[in-house]
């Protein structure tokens, strides 16, 4: 199929509509068999689930464009059991998991004049979502919920590409202990729109949240889970049951050990460990791994030695191998690509 006539290399992370999207519906404790549909508004009655109590979760995943020309994902099997789990904690039905990698190849197959070309720099944004459709007053899970996929051209979540982040430390809480921080539910976002909306506001890119229950280790972003190199040149990414389980972060650790031999650790990071490592940086679907330079609490700064200009060395190596396997140049391990077409 011809590609559409985008400015591939200027995208940024917006919505652009397509023509083609998928729907299934749940009712009757069924789904149906779920279709492509054209059409990309929702009705629904004013009491839905979704409007009332916040009923929704996504998921968010990318189509990459190969340097042999082929159209693939990356280990759509991990989204399809994060939306699983998400699904359960808010008492939703799941949506199967080998459907759900089915409906991602539907929905990229009937958009491919959308999927970015290779070098371009841009890729293809696959939101998968899923609501309560029913109308509910009391408060209780709906009954019928949809499932839809949409697809979006992208180009990098943060403005300036590969420049080093400013973060502050977030005032405000994103999530609660034992709540719901480690599922991708559209709860978790509004929490962070004032806090984002007001670090924007301050000139910062982003804001860093510590552990609600003690303000002392650090969590991660509204958006991006964080990984940080030691001056020994270790990986260390923080740990806790209220981050959301990051697929890329949890790529870049298999990537470090087994591709770059680095040393690992999972673990409760403290925040004032940060001034001991030499590189930091958000990692995520959107973010793939995007730099942080600076860090702000309060007014006091801590200044990675890698600096405000460009990428620290260890976090280039670990971005070149991930989007390496991404793009098809570098092997990949077993399972981790699908090719669509
Ligand atoms: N943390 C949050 C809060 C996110 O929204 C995301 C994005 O999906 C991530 C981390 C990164 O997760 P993943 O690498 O699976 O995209
Ligand atoms: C993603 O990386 O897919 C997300 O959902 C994060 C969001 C901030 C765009």
Request: with cysteine.
């Amino acid at each position: 199929m011809e590609k559409k006539q985008l400015d591939w290399a200027n995208l940024g992370f917006g919505y652009m509509q397509t023509e083609k999207r998928y729907v299934s519906n749940y009712k009757n404790g069924a789904w149906d068999e779920g279709a492509i549909t054209e059409d990309a508004n929702i009705v629904l009655n004013e009491c839905a689930g979704v409007f009332q109590y916040a009923q929704t979760i996504f998921e968010g995943l990318k189509a990459y464009t190969t340097e042999d020309g082929r159209i693939v994902t990356f280990r759509p099997d991990l989204n399809a059991s994060r939306l699983a789990d998400s699904a359960r904690r808010l008492e939703m039905p799941v949506f199967p998991e080998d459907r759900f990698i089915d409906a991602i190849e539907q929905v990229v197959k009937a958009n491919t004049e959308y999927v970015p070309p290779y070098g371009s720099g841009a890729t293809l944004y696959i939101r998968p979502y899923m609501m309560g459709t029913n109308p509910v007053i009391g408060v209780k899970p709906a009954d019928e919920y949809q499932f839809r996929v949409f697809v979006t051209p992208v180009g990098p979540y943060f403005k300036g590409g590969a420049k080093p982040l400013t973060i502050r430390v977030s005032d405000f809480d994103r999530a609660a202990p034992h709540g719901t921080g480690h599922i991708k539910a559209g709860l978790n976002y509004a929490m962070s729109l004032h806090a984002i909306v007001s670090a924007h506001r301050d000139g910062f890119d982003e804001n860093m949240y510590l552990d609600p229950q003690s303000r002392t280790k650090v969590e991660e972003t509204g958006g991006a889970n964080f990984i940080f190199v030691t001056k020994d040149h270790k990986l260390v990414t923080p740990k806790s049951d209220s981050i959301l389980p990051s697929i890329t972060r949890r790529s870049i650790m298999y990537v470090a050990e087994r591709y770059l031999k680095m040393e690992v650790e999972h673990r409760e990071v403290y925040f004032d460990e940060l001034k001991d490592f030499e590189e930091a940086g958000l990692c995520g679907t959107a973010a793939v791994i995007s730099p942080v330079g600076k860090i702000v609490r309060q007014g006091e700064e801590i200044c990675f030695p890698s600096g405000m200009d460009e990428m620290g060395a260890t976090t280039k190596k670990l971005y070149d191998t991930l989007t390496g396997i991404q793009m098809g140049h570098i092997e990949a391990p077993e399972g981790w690509i699908r090719t669509i077409c």
